[in-house]
């Protein structure tokens, strides 16, 4: 989750921008920003971890495997709902109350945009 001052695009605080890590052995790829060197986005951090437990539980033979890989397809098809929601809460106007309250509560569950505050 980003810190208010660590925005998406500003340099990685982890690494320092570099992309690597220090370890033991040799330097290896920044865990935080993924070899970026900058700060990702939430989305973009979500969906890169994603794909590593998917990584990890796609040939596991865990007998939770299958229920970790339906988790993440259902959160993926979660987010995606809620995308679909926002941007139809988005197209209304502020005078519509409840579409303005799901647009918000929508984008704190995706965190796309900073919140303004009136």
Same mark, same amino acid.
């Given at each position: 989750?980003?810190?208010?001052?660590?925005?998406?695009?500003?340099?990685?605080?982890?690494?320092?921008?570099?992309?690597?890590?220090a370890?033991?052995?040799?330097?290896?790829?920044?865990?935080?920003c993924?070899?970026? /060197?900058?700060?990702? /986005?939430?989305?973009?951090?979500?969906?890169?971890?994603?794909?590593?437990?998917?990584?990890?539980?796609?040939?596991?033979?865990?007998e939770?495997a299958?229920?970790?890989?339906?988790?993440?397809?259902?959160?993926?098809?979660?987010?995606?709902?809620?995308?679909?929601?926002?941007?139809?809460?988005?197209?209304?106007?502020?005078?519509?109350?409840?579409?303005?309250?799901?647009?918000?509560?929508?984008?704190?569950?995706? /965190?796309?945009?900073?919140p303004?505050?009136?």
């Open positions: 989750m980003e810190t208010p001052t660590q925005k998406a695009g500003t340099a990685c605080l982890t690494c320092y921008g570099t992309g690597e890590a370890t033991d052995g040799a330097p290896e790829t920044c865990p935080d993924y070899g970026e /060197g900058r700060a990702l /986005g939430r989305t973009t951090k979500l969906e890169w971890r994603l794909r590593a437990i998917e990584s990890a539980y796609r040939n596991a033979e865990r939770t299958g229920d970790v890989l339906w988790l993440v397809n259902e959160l993926r098809q979660t987010r995606e709902a809620l995308l679909r929601i926002l941007a139809r809460c988005q197209d209304e106007a502020d005078s519509n109350v409840a579409a303005r309250d799901v647009k918000y509560q929508a984008n704190e569950a995706l /965190g796309l945009y900073e303004v505050v009136s």
